[in-house]
Antibody, heavy 125, light 108 residues
Framework: QVQLVQSGGEVKGPGASVKVSCKAS????????IVWVRQAPGQGFEWMGW????????NYAQNFQDRVTMTTETSTTTAYMELRTLRPDDTAVYYC??????????????????WGQGTLVAVSS | SSELSQDPAVSVALGQTVRITCLGD???????TTWYQQKPGQAPVLVIY???NRPSGIPDRFSGSSSRNTASLTITGAQADDEAAYYC??????????FGGGTKVTVL
């Protein structure tokens, strides 16, 4: 079965960096990209970006373009998200999810069809 | 503020039908709306994608529809297990994936 297992929670000080991993199994890793989404406490979701499975393409949300790097390693079927210059308002649960797309005569859909369990990153002085 | 608007909360009696709506001008595009369910302390689960498609394991009491700038998720015969927050997502006006603010469904 498809599984995405993320690394454990982190506590960081302002200005530090964090790198979250996402180990995928149960499917052909090279066939699906990975997205990263975060959820601040008690809030909704914010899409951070997407990285291709073979690490040759990525697309970041404008809010994160100068602070985030997303990568994948096909040899270990693992995706990574590094966020730099952390601020207290970066405190959130960070999720990876498998990216798939769907289309028919009526249009196009993008799916985040399997999710990791989430990684809490707390930023506090 | 989210470009996709959802009612913050809705309640439904056990076994009755509830419709959750997602409103946004970007929904007029050729991108379908996708729906996720999130229970407290858990990761989201995909429930509806495309015109009205359910992943394996999602009960057929969940259905999706759309008209103009509104997408809807309907639960027909709501069960206690359906109590959760539901989020819509599609592309925003800038072409990036965007989530609605979420609707918390309470089953009475």
């Amino acid at each position: 079965q498809v599984q995405l297992v993320q690394s454990g929670g982190e506590v960081k000080g302002p200005g530090a960096s964090v790198k979250v991993s996402c180990k995928a199994s149960g499917y052909t890793f090279s066939s699906f990209g990975i997205v990263w989404v975060r959820q601040a406490p008690g809030q909704g979701f914010e899409w951070m970006g997407w990285v291709s499975a073979n690490n040759d393409s990525r697309n970041y949300a404008q809010n994160f373009q100068d602070r985030v790097t997303m990568t994948t390693e096909t040899s270990t079927t693992t995706a990574y998200m590094e966020l730099r210059t952390l601020r207290p308002d970066d405190t959130a649960v960070y999720y990876c999810a498998r990216y798939a797309n769907f289309y028919d005569s009526g249009g196009y859909a993008e799916l985040f069809d399997f999710w990791g369990q989430g990684t809490l990153v707390a930023v506090s002085s | 503020s989210s470009e996709l608007s959802q009612d913050p909360a809705v309640s439904v009696a056990l076994g009755q039908t509830v419709r959750i709506t997602c409103l946004g001008d970007s929904l007029r595009s050729h991108y379908y709306t996708t729906w996720y369910q999130q229970k407290p302390g858990q990761a989201p689960v995909l429930v509806i994608y495309g015109r009205n498609n359910r992943p394996s394991g999602i009960p057929d009491r969940f259905s999706g529809s759309s008209s103009r700038n509104t997408a809807s998720l309907t639960i027909t015969g709501a069960q206690a297990d359906d109590e959760a927050a539901y989020y819509c997502t599609s592309r925003d006006s800038g072409g990036y994936p965007r989530f609605g603010g979420g609707t918390k469904v309470t089953v009475l």
